[in-house]
């Protein structure tokens, strides 16, 4: 099971709202949208040439090293662009997504949390910190932070899921078909399979 994909495209929107003083990599980004990450990569190389620790441009070249499936270059960025905002929940929860990919939970669950303890930290942050203690086994713990995720955000689909699921595998299934109806109903793809799978 892996975070959709839409996650994270949106977050590279959210980075994408800057000012007008700071859009010297809207070539990148432009690139970017359009799914052209090695041309995205280039134009970011040369913006970060004159500007090294320029966050929204390192960030954005570790999204499209990410996509084109290059976790090693997209995690140096990462780290890059977290040394020179250690509070950017978006560069935290990119962390947390790239060393959950490369099944390194504990760093995942690491930058999650980190994300969590920024006020305002968004409902994804948590579900974030739920996907990494879910992976370690830390049942209950993730159990809780779906809930602050669906707490924050009622109509996060993927959350419901993956708290119906893991309520499911822990015995409580009647409430776990109960969030995977919840999913259903805010259209996350992978709860109707689940609900005919584990829910008849």
Not at 36 to 60: S, T
Not at 140 to 159: C, N, P, R, T, V
């Amino acid at each position: 099971m892996k975070v959709s994909h839409w996650v994270f495209a949106a977050l590279i929107g959210i980075m994408s709202l800057v000012s007008c003083s700071e859009n010297l990599s809207n070539k990148g980004d432009q690139l970017y949208s359009e799914g052209k990450f090695q041309e995205a990569v280039i134009e970011y190389d040369n913006v970060l040439k004159n500007k090294p620790k320029y966050v929204k441009a390192l960030y954005n070249r570790g999204r499209a090293y990410e996509e084109m499936g290059d976790f090693s270059k997209a995690e140096k960025d990462f780290l890059a662009a977290y040394a020179q905002d250690n509070k950017n929940t978006q560069v935290l929860l990119s962390l947390s997504n790239i060393y959950q990919k490369q099944k390194n939970h504990n760093s995942a669950l690491l930058y999650a949390d980190a994300a969590t303890q920024i006020p305002g930290a968004p409902a994804m942050a948590f579900f974030m910190k739920g996907r990494a203690l879910h992976q370690i086994g830390s049942t209950e713990d993730a159990m809780k932070e779906y809930s602050l995720a669906i707490q924050i955000d009622k109509d996060f689909g993927q959350a419901y899921y993956y708290r119906g699921m893991l309520k499911i595998a822990t015995d409580r299934k009647r409430s776990g078909c109960e969030d995977i109806r919840a999913a259903i109903k805010l259209d996350y793809a992978d709860a109707k399979p689940a609900l005919e799978k584990y829910c008849k």
